[in-house]
């Protein structure tokens, strides 16, 4: 039997939903980053070293190396571009409210239907109906919290992954 298509989906499974809802992030499980190396230097003011061939004082710099995600926008990746097609109106335009409004460096979305209506003026039903094809299309997960979503940082990200990854990836201290 073929697979089924991505708008088959969205539209047979985007009706009103009670999606399971999360403590944590479900998607930084399965997050593959691959990360750039950054280097510079840092001039550190008031000190200064002696060149060794020449004897004349110069300013004492220090190096650093660092993994960068490479910008601070909010970014559409692949993975998420993929599924923009299959949106239906109403998803697009919560996508786009979404996208519009995210904090930079944070995997958590507060969406209300009062802000999206009252910035868009769309209807109540129109930001549903979005909202569920966003959570179908797993761009979005509902946390424990009413009107808290998590992101998808695989589909889109306002700022430097591997910081947020790194954050919610640190080990816990035993007492």
Not at 31 to 47: T, W
Not at 102 to 119: C, D, Q
Not at 120 to 129: C, D, E, I, R, V
Request: hydrophobic share 40%; glycine share 6%.
């Amino acid at each position: 039997m073929p697979e089924p298509t991505r708008r088959k989906i969205i539209t047979e499974e985007a009706a009103p939903v009670k999606a399971q809802k999360y403590a944590t992030n479900p998607f930084l499980e399965s997050l593959v980053l691959v990360p750039k190396r950054k280097a510079g230097k840092v001039q550190l003011h008031g000190l200064s070293v002696v060149h060794s061939e020449t004897g004349q004082m110069e300013p004492a710099y220090h190096a650093y190396s660092r993994l960068d995600d490479t910008a601070t926008f909010t970014k559409l990746f692949r993975e998420g571009l993929a599924w923009l097609p299959y949106l239906n109106a109403p998803g697009l335009k919560v996508f786009v409210y979404l996208c519009n409004n995210m904090r930079p460096g944070n995997s958590v979305a507060w969406l209300t239907h009062a802000e999206y209506s009252a910035e868009t003026g769309n209807t109540k039903a129109s930001y549903y109906t979005g909202l569920n094809e966003l959570i179908v299309a797993n761009f979005l997960a509902p946390s424990n919290q009413k009107g808290f979503y998590f992101v998808n940082p695989a589909f889109i990200f306002n700022g430097n992954r591997l910081a947020m990854r790194h954050e919610f990836t640190k080990p816990v201290k035993s007492r």
